[in-house]
């Protein structure tokens, strides 16, 4: 039985997946599951982060070890957890039998703009800003990560998530200095797909475009989503994973 181990991005955590896992264990029925928090996100939220990949990368491979998970795993992870993915692949290759990288990025394939465009930023700030109310924070989160209308429901939930477990401003900007650091290896020891956002406005998908042409990986585009690919459209995300998983077992 695979397991698949799902990683989220800069203060994300595993309820913001909303109902993708739910979705994935349906297209594959006895797969096991698993929604990883980085530290200093959801059930870690009290934990440091580390400032570097590397670090994040043992920290999820602790937690598994704690879980009692062995793997070898498929990592489906977006943003910066794709950096810790693709990290892990390359440190650990035999603990992994595939990557699905969404919407991520690393510094050698892009350009700094490229990894984070000039104009999300004025969008961020409310996040950025500690002293900034949450439902502005969280606003801005979604409208800068989504292409869809603002859903009320959604909001009010990561609303309450930000509240039960806070990152705090440290832990932000220590993921913040993670990814910016986060050089992408020249090849990826195992198989993978790159899975891009054509209306992305937080990362640009000519970052993923960049990656899947490094390696020959292949590469699907959204043509309407935003970085925050499994909100904007799960079943997407869901069908192309596991249809390229199907068509190509990993080795």
Known sequence: MTTWVLLRGLGREARHWGDLPQRLRAELPGTRVLAIDLPGNGRAWCKPSPSRVPGMVDAVRDELRLRGEA?????????LGGMVAMEWAVRHPGELRACV???????????????LRPGAWPLLLPWLLPRASLPARELAVYRVTSNLPVRAAVLDDWI???????VSPRNLARQL?????????ARLPVPALVLASAGDRLVSPRASEAIAEAWGAPLRTHP???????LDDPEWVVRQAVDWVRQR???
């Open 71 to 79: 793997g070898p795993f498929v990592v489906l992870a977006l943003s």
């Open 101 to 115: 990288l969404v919407n991520s990025s690393a510094s050698g394939f892009s350009r700094p703009w490229q990894r």
């Open 160 to 166: 309450a998530i930000a509240l039960s477990r806070p």
């Open 177 to 185: 200095l993670a990814a910016a650091r986060y050089r992408a290896p």
């Open 224 to 230: 309407g989503a935003g970085h925050d690919l499994p």
């Open 249 to 251: 077992p990993p080795a």
